[in-house]
T-cell receptor
Framework: RKEVEQDPGPFNVPEGATVAFNCTYS??????FFWYRQDCRKEPKLLMS???SGNEDGRFTAQLNRASQYISLLIRDSKLSDSATYLC??????????FGAGTRLFVKA | GAGVSQSPSNKVTEKGKDVELRCDPI?????LYWYRQSLGQGLEFLIY????????KSGLPSDRFSAERTGGSVSTLTIQRTQQEDSAVYLC??????????????FGNGTRLTVT
């Protein structure tokens, strides 16, 4: 079993749609969680950290369920510029940081 | 301020040659990570350094791969006797430590390695 698993997609959605990505992780001792965004042939960039109580940043909402070892990202009112690969990232107690393989999103006009 | 700097940005080498990839992290970042990303694939963890602790080498794919970090700053990833399957983008990232473990990684632009 992979340490971090994501649905690879692709997700094809129209502008204005709401889309949700899910991620599961295997290490119950994991302590920190992030969502990163990666554009084609670019380096990954931090989208948002994920906090235990859930957190929101504009159109983006992240949730963490430690009991189920599950993280989610919700994007509301999708924009063309949201098209990218979204990476779920999990850090263990020793700071080893593992990336999921990513979920590809295409937002179309 | 300056971000993570990697060099070279592109490297083409012949099969069997050794290569060295360099990473200069953000000043003050004590954690440094190396990842590999093959075309169309996710990021594969290779190794990370944290301060003066022994590095976590659990992701290195073979003994042809090694990395060092001198003076707690610059790191070099060395691949000996390169093979065509080593062709990938090698990404370096650095992170602050001590903020409850919630410090994100900041990536360099990567080194694109092509083994012919």
């Amino acid at each position: 079993r992979k340490e971090v698993e994501q649905d690879p997609g692709p997700f094809n959605v129209p502008e204005g749609a709401t889309v949700a990505f899910n991620c599961t992780y295997s290490n119950s001792a994991s302590q920190s969680f992030f969502w990163y965004r990666q554009d084609c042939r670019k380096e990954p960039k931090l989208l948002m950290s994920v906090y235990s109580s859930g957190n929101e940043d504009g159109r983006f909402t992240a949730q963490l369920n430690r009991a189920s070892q599950y993280i989610s990202l919700l994007i509301r009112d999708s924009k063309l510029s949201d098209s990218a690969t979204y990476l779920c990232v999990v850090r263990g107690g020793g700071f080893k940081t593992i990336f999921g393989a990513g979920t590809r999103l295409f937002v179309k006009a | 301020g300056a971000g993570v700097s990697q060099s070279p940005s592109n490297k083409v080498t012949e099969k069997g040659k050794d290569v060295e990839l360099r990473c200069d992290p953000i000043s003050g970042h004590t954690a440094l990570y190396w990842y590999r990303q093959s075309l169309g694939q996710g990021l594969e963890f290779l190794i990370y350094f944290q301060g003066n602790s022994a590095p976590d080498k659990s992701g290195l794919p073979s003994d042809r791969f090694s990395a060092e970090r001198t003076g707690g700053s610059v790191s070099t990833l060395t691949i000996q006797r390169t093979q065509q399957e080593d062709s990938a983008v090698y990404l370096c990232a650095s992170s602050l430590v001590g903020q409850g473990g919630n410090s994100p990684l900041h990536f360099g632009n990567g080194t694109r390695l092509t083994v012919t």
